[in-house]
Each structure stands twice: as structure tokens, then as C-alpha cells.
């Protein structure tokens, strides 16, 4: 009986001291493992965000009052002696019906250059240059240099839209020039989220990285030969075309700009503006550069800057190819441009005879050579541009590459 009184007591004082030691060590515990099990789920939250969007990281380091754009700054955007207001309306036409077979484009007969398979292209792994979108709907970012087909290319859109009902055209100001990349960034954020779902947006500005957008917009531009582009553009700026008058044109001419009543030829005998400006002789790299300083400033940065740029355009069209560049267009977007090289083909005529410049003097082989030499990263640019639409035009099946002799 004393034996079990004795056992029974040493239980209740091993239950006594188990029952201290958890009262005192056990909150204790319990909060390292919450304090351990919330370090986990914030990691957890941390890992699953998106930590290399340089652009949100930009914006959220910047001062808040940098972000807005002043009412200057946007009067100084606004505001451009080179960018005349262009009249967008369209003519009637009739309905074209774009069914198409299968290889249609590829039996269209179109033959284009090749040279060792392209193998001097150099594509970053991440590239979306040349490769097929089919979602509906995508908004479109369309980068329009002066004297490129841009309005052609406008007017093409517009009937498209009453085919297949994306959204409609929206015109961005003139922003070529030098700007503030966050606040152009902001501004253009601004215009998209405001723009229907699949709305083209077009206007003169630079190249700006759309990474980290929500729309996820869809860059596309077109080039045209730099000399030819140029002679194009001096032309017009003094003696208009049927869209627009010279009257309003010549007075966006600044006071060192060539006279209204002068040539191309004169403008390089007398170093106007127009002829040595850096932003006109070099205005391809510094467009498709970007709005960093040194695109301005170097143009051999801004040439590769550019070239690698080229990456993140889902194609960039040329001028001379026309036909080639829409076919190109509706085989990678097919929701938005499918029947655009047909609807080109049916309605170029009047849209050349709409856009052609009133008058041009034919450029002596003097001054073809020296803006030939003054553009020489344009032409470099240019060339690179060509190439790689070819290659993504034989990839596609359009048509057929020939070696060059």
C-alpha cells in the first residue's frame, strides 16, 4: 500500500513539472512558428513577384511630381515644325471580300533577297520578331516615320476595321524629338489605357519599352530607303500634295530650314538645317534607339541599340516592298490584318495618287552621294531592317528568296 502512495506521488510530481516547463517553454515556441511560418508565406509572395520590370522600379524610385507630365511639357510635345496635321478620312469603297485559300500569299510571286541564309542576323533568344500572334484584339503600336507609307498604311486599317471590328485608330502627338523616357512612358501608358481593346496607335515618336503594360501592345513599323525617304519629306514640307496644302505646310518651316522656293541641291550647297541636323541625318537609329540621351548623342549607339530593338517588334515593313510588307503583316497577325495586302493592292492607286508629293526635283549624283554618306547608320539600319523581314517573310512561306549574284 506504501509502495503504491509512493508511486502515485512521484506521477504527480513528473505531471506537476511537465505542465510548468510547457506553460513557460510553449508560447515560446508557438511564436517562432508563427514568427518562421509568415517569414515563409512572405517569401513565398516575394518569389512569385516579378522583380526585374526595370520600368516599375524606375517609376517607383522617381520622384512623384517627375511623373506628369507639365502643361509646357505637353505644349512642347504638341508643338512641331516638322509634323503637319494629317487628314485621315477615307474614301468610300467597295467591299472586298479577304477569304483566302491556304499559300495564297505564297503562290503571289513575290521574290526577294537572300544572303547566306541570314546568317549574320544576330536574335536574342527572347525575340518576337517574326513569330505568329492569333489572340483577337491586341492593340497595336505602329511607330510611323515621316515619308514611310504611314498613311497608306492608316487608310488600309481603317477598312480592315469594318471587316473584322477591332479597335479603332488612334493618332499620337510628334515625338521625335528628345524627351524624358519616364514621362513619354507615362504619357504613352496614358493613351493606351484609355484606347479600346485592339486599337491601332500610331503617331512620329521613338521606340519606348512597352515591357510590363497590361494590354501587352503589338510594335510594327515600316522603313523606306533613307535618301529617298528624305527627298520625299523635303519636297513635300514645301510644295504639299492633294492631302495637304503647301500653304499650311511652309509655315511649319523653321528660320534655318531650307527656303520654300529651294532644292535639295540647294539645301547641301547652303548646309540648312534640314541637310545637317543630326536628328534628320540620323533619323532612323536615334527613332528606333530610343529616347535614352546617348541616342542622340552617338549614332554608332544608337545604330546597335536600335538593331537589338528590332527584337521586340513583332516585324518592321519596307516602303519598296510594300505588297510583301502587308502579306507579312496578316500572316503574324492574322485577327487584325488578314486581307490587308489585298485591300493594298486594290486601293494603292488612289492612295499614291492621294499621298504623292506636288512636286520634286530630281536630285543631282552630287547630293545623292553626300546624304548617302551623311546616313550611313540609317542606311546600316535600314539594310538590317530588309534583311530580317525577308528572312521572316521566307520562314512564313510568302513568297520566294533568291541568293544574291
Not at 504527480?12 to 508563427?34: D, N
Not at 540621351?293 to 515593313?317: H, M, T, W, Y
Not at 492574322?334 to 526635283?361: C, H, L, M, W
Amino acid at each position: 500500500m506504501a509502495a503504491g502512495m509512493y508511486k502515485f506521488r512521484i506521477a504527480l510530481l513528473l505531471l506537476a513539472s511537465c505542465s510548468a516547463v510547457y506553460f513557460v517553454i510553449g508560447p515560446m515556441a508557438w511564436t517562432r512558428k508563427e514568427k518562421r511560418s509568415q517569414t515563409e508565406i512572405t517569401n513565398k509572395d516575394t518569389r512569385a513577384k516579378p522583380q526585374s520590370i526595370t520600368y516599375v522600379k524606375k517609376v517607383l524610385q522617381a520622384p512623384q511630381q517627375a511623373l506628369q507630365l507639365t502643361q509646357r511639357e505637353i505644349n512642347h510635345i504638341k508643338r512641331s515644325p516638322v509634323r503637319p496635321p494629317i487628314n485621315l478620312a477615307v474614301n468610300p469603297v467597295v467591299a472586298v471580300n479577304v477569304i483566302e485559300t491556304d499559300n495564297d500569299r505564297a503562290k503571289s510571286g513575290f521574290i526577294y533577297d537572300c544572303d547566306d541564309d541570314f546568317r549574320d542576323i544576330v536574335e536574342s533568344r527572347h525575340s518576337v520578331n517574326g513569330k505568329p500572334v492569333y489572340d483577337k484584339n491586341k492593340t497595336v503600336m505602329y511607330i510611323s516615320m515621316p515619308k514611310c507609307g504611314s498613311r497608306t498604311f492608316v487608310w488600309t486599317a481603317m477598312r480592315l476595321r469594318d471587316i473584322h471590328h477591332f479597335g479603332s485608330t488612334v493618332n499620337l502627338e510628334y515625338m521625335l524629338g528628345d524627351n524624358p523616357p519616364l514621362k513619354i512612358r507615362d504619357f504613352i501608358d496614358d493613351r493606351i489605357e484609355e484606347s479600346e481593346n485592339g486599337a491601332i496607335i500610331h503617331g512620329h515618336y521613338r521606340f519606348i519599352d512597352m515591357y510590363g503594360s497590361p494590354k501587352k501592345p503589338i510594335l510594327m513599323s515600316m522603313l523606306r530607303d533613307p535618301v529617298s525617304r528624305f527627298e520625299s519629306y523635303f519636297y513635300f514640307m514645301r510644295h504639299g500634295d492633294k492631302d495637304m496644302t503647301k500653304e499650311e505646310l511652309i509655315k511649319q518651316l523653321g528660320p534655318r530650314m531650307a527656303l520654300p522656293n529651294e532644292t535639295l541641291d540647294d539645301c547641301i550647297e547652303k548646309d540648312r538645317g534640314d541637310c545637317t541636323w543630326p536628328l534628320y541625318r540620323n533619323m532612323y537609329v536615334t527613332s528606333f534607339c530610343g529616347y535614352d540621351a546617348r541616342c542622340s548623342q552617338s549614332p554608332s549607339f544608337a545604330l546597335e541599340e536600335a538593331k537589338r530593338n528590332v527584337d521586340k517588334f513583332l516585324v518592321i515593313g519596307v516602303m519598296e516592298e510594300y505588297d510583301l510588307t502587308m502579306a507579312v503583316f496578316e500572316k503574324l497577325l492574322p485577327a487584325t490584318f488578314r486581307g490587308a495586302a489585298k485591300i493594298y493592292v486594290e486601293n494603292k492607286d488612289q492612295s499614291i495618287d492621294k499621298s504623292k508629293t506636288n512636286f520634286k526635283k530630281p536630285t543631282s549624283p552630287k547630293t545623292y552621294s553626300i546624304l548617302k554618306q551623311r546616313m550611313k547608320y540609317d542606311y546600316a539600319f535600314y539594310d538590317y531592317v530588309k534583311k530580317r523581314l525577308h528572312r521572316v517573310a521566307k520562314e512564313l512561306g510568302i513568297g520566294s528568296c533568291s541568293a544574291l549574284l
